[in-house]
């Protein structure tokens, strides 16, 4: 299971990122500059899922599913976990639900993170991919 940021092909090296996808963070902001900060900064880069999905099935694996995290986390359930914390009006309850809010949420982590399963014989039921299963756009 391979879960992080980025796209399919298609999309990762569509023309509106031909400046790449590489970034650094620095005390919680965003810079584009790989030498800003140098040993300070964390550099980052999107991940091709396409090459992904290829490299497992080179290696005898089959793709399972591809979901974004929000999609794949809900379908796993997530909601219950949440009911499961406490009434809704709780301290405990609210916390929780930003946390979910944040994994969850298009705006947030939800779309921006996918979620890729390379399985290998027998195929099982992932409930992860009850919901969406993006396979097709490997």
Same mark, same amino acid.
């Given at each position: 299971m391979i879960i992080d940021y980025g796209?399919?092909?298609a999309e990762l090296y569509h023309p509106q990122r031909r400046e790449g996808t590489q970034?650094?963070?620095y005390r919680h902001r965003a810079h584009g500059d790989p030498f800003l900060w140098p040993? &300070?900064?964390d550099l980052t880069t999107?991940?091709?899922f396409t090459a992904m999905a290829e490299a497992g099935e080179r290696g005898g694996l089959d793709v399972a599913g591809f979901?974004?995290?929000g999609a794949f986390? &809900?379908?796993c359930g997530l909601l219950d976990c949440l009911s499961a914390v406490g009434p809704p009006e709780s301290l405990a309850y609210l916390r929780e639900a930003s946390a979910v809010q944040k994994l969850t949420s298009p705006a947030e982590m939800g779309e921006l993170f996918k979620v890729l399963a390379l399985a290998k014989g027998e195929r099982i039921?992932?409930?992860g991919f009850s919901l969406v299963n993006a396979a097709h756009r490997l």
């Amino acid at each position: 299971m391979i879960i992080d940021y980025g796209f399919p092909r298609a999309e990762l090296y569509h023309p509106q990122r031909r400046e790449g996808t590489q970034m650094g963070h620095y005390r919680h902001r965003a810079h584009g500059d790989p030498f800003l900060w140098p040993g &300070l900064s964390d550099l980052t880069t999107h991940v091709d899922f396409t090459a992904m999905a290829e490299a497992g099935e080179r290696g005898g694996l089959d793709v399972a599913g591809f979901a974004p995290q929000g999609a794949f986390l &809900l379908g796993c359930g997530l909601l219950d976990c949440l009911s499961a914390v406490g009434p809704p009006e709780s301290l405990a309850y609210l916390r929780e639900a930003s946390a979910v809010q944040k994994l969850t949420s298009p705006a947030e982590m939800g779309e921006l993170f996918k979620v890729l399963a390379l399985a290998k014989g027998e195929r099982i039921a992932w409930p992860g991919f009850s919901l969406v299963n993006a396979a097709h756009r490997l």
